[in-house]
T-cell receptor, first 112, second 113 residues
Framework: DVKVTQSSRYLVKRTGEKVFLECVQD?????MFWYRQDPGLGLRLIYF???????EKGDIPEGYSVSREKKERFSLILESASTNQTSMYLC???????????FGAGTRLSVL | EDKVVQSPLSLVVHEGDTVTLNCSYE??????LLWYKQEKKAPTFLFML????IEKKSGRLSSILDKKELFSILNITATQTGDSAIYLC?????????????FGRGTQLTVWP
């Protein structure tokens, strides 16, 4: 079974802090994705990556950056957390086009 | 502008009822449509549909795609409380970068005992 692991289920941070959300997949998938999920808005794509050190902006990249130094690990970085970044963050991975995306359990981030 | 629209956004039923969830889409060069179920954790994959008129079935859940009318339905028969979840519909376009999916806002299904 595909396993996508997000390092934290819950995080509480202060405004202005730098925040790292980590995601690891164990299936040698090429593509990895970061989404945020807010009530009534569904899943919105922040960034995705198709290879080590390669990344593409999604629909809402402002205020976020990403890092993919190893194929299995994809990190989402909030350089200076703000209250409007309080949300559920979901990581996913897939083999590529035409393939299923598998999701991690999510990190619920609260920025106070 | 939403590419994927789900309806209803919320639905409350009693155990034993049958429900139909709808997903309409507007993407160029359609490749596939996926359904996921999300309880209080990771969305889990249910179905991937690529061809019109071919029903996919898993237990009490089934889904079908109409590529001419650009929609899909997800049916759940004899609902149980364990079916309570958000059901997500997503579409991939052949023209989309690297297999990215466009998600609808989801349907929140609540099944009362």
């Amino acid at each position: 079974d595909v396993k996508v692991t997000q390092s934290s289920r819950y995080l509480v941070k202060r405004t202005g802090e730098k925040v790292f959300l980590e995601c690891v997949q164990d299936m040698d998938h090429e593509n990895m994705f970061w989404y945020r999920q807010d009530p009534g808005l569904g899943l919105r794509l922040i960034y995705f990556s198709y290879d080590v050190k390669m990344k593409e902006k999604g629909d809402i990249p402002e205020g976020y950056s990403v890092s993919r130094e190893k194929k299995e690990r994809f990190s989402l970085i909030l350089e200076s957390a703000s209250t409007n970044q309080t949300s559920m963050y979901l990581c996913a991975s897939s083999l590529g086009r035409g393939n299923i995306q598998y999701f991690g359990a999510g990190t619920r981030l609260s920025v106070l | 502008e939403d590419k994927v629209v789900q309806s209803p956004l919320s639905l409350v039923v009693h155990e034993g009822d049958t429900v139909t969830l709808n997903c309409s889409y507007e993407v160029t060069n359609f490749r596939s449509l996926l359904w996921y179920k999300q309880e209080k954790k990771a969305p889990t994959f249910l179905f991937m549909l690529t061809s019109s008129g071919i029903e996919k079935k898993s237990g009490r859940l089934s889904s079908i795609l109409d590529k001419k009318e650009l929609f899909s339905i997800l049916n759940i028969t004899a609902t149980q409380t364990g079916d309570s979840a958000i059901y997500l519909c997503a579409v991939e376009s052949r023209g989309s970068t690297l297999g990215r999916l466009y998600f609808g806002r989801g349907t929140q299904l609540t099944v009362w005992p």
